[in-house]
């Protein structure tokens, strides 16, 4: 097992010990790809998707939150493509009879190389040190060329072909690129095949006036069928945005990687409507902004990069994802599309509905081009969880474990510990308690040594631990002990309020982006 598999296993143990995710009906055994949040997990949750909707909805005049139904209207997927081209090129090895997305094989590939070309670099930046200059390299030297331009020849043609539903050149590309099943380590392809991705289910009762239904596979359609409800209720003009979040269902088919791939999922998106012509700008605008929402959490730039897309959708005339450095590699976390006039004219075309939107300022009507963010709940989650998941040496050559969440994410932000169980240590504590829960969220432990239940915080990740002790009781002052630094501070009761609020309210972190 490589040090990163072993990573990765730790993150979801940990994710199942400390409360925040477990498989989905596990005393049943499970079920692939779906997952429950426990009591940690949720709060996490909640507070990331509190985080996108303040910095999207609240922070922006112009952009407008809605809940539509996961179940519309089956015309919708017909307009929206979903129904003929929602499908992923499904592709199986012979031996290991596994099946694997034939597009991921290749990105795969692609990623490998990518690797060994860095490789290169790093190894002559330790030749070269302070004189080394890694744009000439890149660019010179023979060996990353070759890596670089195998990679982008294998994308770009992966793309062609699957853009031209040429599934037999994507099959002879794996065999041409001598890619070998992970599992049986063979070269025993099947033919690729087209699997579509929606999960089917009926409305009525009985089976004469009953009727097909998906359940939705992206949010997104559910804000185009409503463009002309909220922009003529809330009189909207152009440029301006629709946010919402909410549950998507896909049937994926290779499900594995935990979270980051399941089957039932949250999605945090939002739907830019600008005009023709303008979409452009607008693009590279929303790529500057979602960077700097996920900047502003602190898990390190060199955990994110944009990738540009080869293929592009269907619907889409530009589109790049932030990837972010999970433990198993980069991959995709959020989307930023350029969507075109596709859903809206679409959805004209099939409603008979006059979706279109008069603009006074050019005194034109036109059909609005959109720019969407799209972003997986679930695979924020598992960006910030296993980014701060870390194993500690401290200096007295113990190890501790430590779950470093941004402290505005945190599910419990203060833990209040009495030193003992006697001596009115754990009234003092509770009427803390009392005082402080009206502000954050706040747990209560008086069992087992103090040091461990620091401890057993700092796995859950909780920011802050007060500790009331018997000075408490002569001159009103506890410890505040910092999670990260695990430096302790003697404060006077009245000042704790003041001094958690600081570094755990949302405000002060959603300043860092917008002011
Ligand atoms: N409306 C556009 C759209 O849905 P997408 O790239 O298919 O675009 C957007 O999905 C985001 O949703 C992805 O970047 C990812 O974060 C999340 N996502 C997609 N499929 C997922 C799955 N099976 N499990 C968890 N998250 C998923």
Redesign the pocket.
């Known amino acids: 097992m490589t040090k990163q598999d072993n990573q990765f296993k730790n993150v979801i143990a940990h994710a199942k010990e400390y409360g925040y995710v477990a498989q989905s009906s596990e005393i049943y055994d499970g079920l692939a ?1 779906v997952y429950d949040y426990l009591q940690n997990g949720v709060a996490l949750k909640n507070n990331i998707r509190e985080y996108w909707w303040k910095s999207m909805v609240q922070m922006h005049d112009n952009i407008v939150g809605i809940d539509s139904a996961i179940f519309m209207h089956p015309t919708t997927w017909k307009a929206s493509g979903h129904i003929d081209a929602f499908n992923d090129p499904l592709i199986d090895n012979k031996d290991s009879k596994k099946r694997y997305r034939a597009d991921v094989l290749v990105e795969d590939y692609a990623e490998k190389l990518l690797k060994k070309a860095q490789k290169e670099i790093d190894k002559a930046k330790k030749r070269f040190g302070d004189s080394f200059d890694e744009e000439q390299y890149k660019t010179t030297n023979p060996r990353v060329l070759n890596y670089l331009s195998k990679r982008k020849d294998a994308l770009q043609r992966m793309g062609k072909y699957l853009d031209a539903n040429r599934l037999d050149a994507v099959k002879a590309l794996i065999e041409e690129l001598q890619i070998v099943c992970p599992v049986s380590g063979s070269k025993n392809w099947t033919e690729v095949k087209q699997f579509n991705l929606m999960f089917g289910t009926k409305i009525g009762a009985s089976a004469n006036n009953s009727m097909d239904l998906y359940l939705r ?4 359609q559910g804000i185009f069928v409503n463009f002309l409800n909220v922009q003529k209720s809330g009189r909207m003009k152009i440029p301006f945005g629709i946010a919402q979040t909410g549950k ?1 269902f ?1 049937n ?1 088919i290779v ?1 594995r990687q935990f ?5 039932e ?3 945090m ?1 939002m739907q830019f409507f600008v005009r023709p012509g303008e979409q452009m700008k607008w693009y590279e605008t929303w790529k500057e902004r979602r960077l700097a929402w996920h900047l502003s959490l602190g898990l390190g730039k060199e955990n994110y990069r944009f990738h540009k897309h080869e293929k592009l ?1 269907h619907y889409a005339d530009a589109a790049a ?1 932030i990837e972010f450095n999970f433990p198993f590699g980069f991959k ?4 930023i ?1 350029s969507r075109t006039d596709f859903d809206l004219s679409s959805h004209k075309k099939h409603s008979g509905k006059k979706i279109q939107y008069f603009d006074p300022e050019i005194n034109k009507s036109y059909i609005p081009y959109v720019v ?1 963010t ?7 989650f598992l960006a910030v969880f296993s980014k701060a998941l870390q194993e500690e040496t401290l200096e007295n050559g113990s190890t501790r474990t430590v779950l470093r969440l941004p402290e505005v994410l945190a599910p419990i932000k203060v833990a209040i510990l009495p030193l003992v169980k006697k001596d009115s240590l754990p009234e003092i504590a509770r009427k803390i308690q009392t005082d402080l829960k009206l502000d954050f969220t706040v747990v209560y432990d008086e069992k087992d040594a103090v040091g461990r239940r620091y401890r057993r915080q700092d796995a859950v990740g909780t920011p802050f631990c007060i500790t009331v002790d018997h000075q408490t009781i002569e001159d009103e002052t506890v410890t505040l002990r910092y999670r990260d630094s695990m430096e302790q501070k003697r404060l006077k009761i009245d000042q704790l309020k003041t001094i958690v609020s600081k570094e755990v309210k949302m405000s002060n972190w959603l300043k860092r982006i917008h002011l």
């Open positions: 790809a596979p992206e949010t997104a998507a896909r994926e499900a979270i980051f791939r399941m089957r999922f949250e999605q998106e959708a994802d995709e976390l959020e989307g599309h969407e799209s972003i997986g709940l679930d695979r924020m």
